[in-house]
């Protein structure tokens, strides 16, 4: 079997813990070669995961044959410089969310995606948890069979608590050294401060349950309401499902609080995942059944797998043309435009 060949663009701690990790342990694809901005941390860290190239420069890096896919873990106010030059290189490419931070902006990454018929897949890992799997297939099925009725009601609502989960993020490697500067995005014309600092934070944080409202609905959605302190945002889909986001009500110390509820007339699909870089571990799912009277729950059991570990392994089956990546940049832009609708109606 052919293994594709990656190459690391990026070793910070994303890169090490959520990238690298996996990719390493994957027996479709080999890591052959990493490069950073830091150089003595790329050199540290290869040796440590066993990646046998170290690139001088991302040039370098881009300009090998041998390579075929891109992770590039970095800052996301540095991709619409980086993007471009991993896809006009003809490499696929694995970036992580969000894809940029304005959606006016990341309108012509996705444009270059599909001019130069590469992948472009975007980090939404939450998308690969095996129990997001599950309970998005078990969403479309019951839309196509009509089996519980209409679509009723959509909610997700997440309380971020400890997002390492005990996962390897201390151990990171991770030197003094400063890197040269990037180019950063602009800021669109005519955006406040104020404006600008929600933005990120909601590009940085709630974009995850952006993309997994998205990714149940299977169509667009529009904000329909947003209250000012930012628990609650509402909206309605293209066929007219209400859909609701809670952010973070309360917070929790240790425990990671993250659910959607998928209604039907006659049950639900509950989708609970756990903190982001918990490893070795998928999301749950109950489905509810409420038909003719007869009730039931059903609770399958999943592999020990994470969605980081399965979004890896998501690359590289998209790169060999065996599944759709489960986000791709035209998914990941709208997104950034639900971000963008949801700050606007809070009155910034
Ligand atoms: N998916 C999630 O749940 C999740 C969680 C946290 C962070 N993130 C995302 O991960 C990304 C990276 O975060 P991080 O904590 O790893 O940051 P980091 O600063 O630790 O790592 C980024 C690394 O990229 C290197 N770098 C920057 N530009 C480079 C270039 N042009 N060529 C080579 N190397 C370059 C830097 O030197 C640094 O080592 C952010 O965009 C953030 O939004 C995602």
Redesign the pocket.
Known sequence: MEKIKIGF??????????HLANYVQLDTCEVVGL????KN??KLVATRYGVPKVYD??EELLADPAIQGVV????????T??IPKVLKAGKHLL????LCTYPQNGAALVELAAKTGKIHMV????RSDPATEYAVDQVRKWKESGEVGKFKYLRVIATPGD?VAGASWAW?I?TD?T?KD?IRETRPAGVSDEFHKVMLGIV?GEI?QINLIHFFLGEDFKVAYADKSGVLMAGESASGVPVTLEMAPYRPNQEWHESALVCFEKGFVKLELPA??MSQRAGKVTVYRNIEGNESYTVPVLPYVSA?RNQAANFIKAIKGEKRAPCTSADALKDLQIAWDYVTARGL
């Open positions: 663009l990026g070793c910070g701690g994303m890169g090490q813990v959520a490069c950073d901005a830091k941390q790329a420069s991302e590039a873990s970095q800052a996301f106010e540095f991709y410089g980086t970036t992580e969310k969000p980090g939404n890992q939450k997002w990171q991770r050294e890197p990037n940085n995850h982001p870089l980081l």
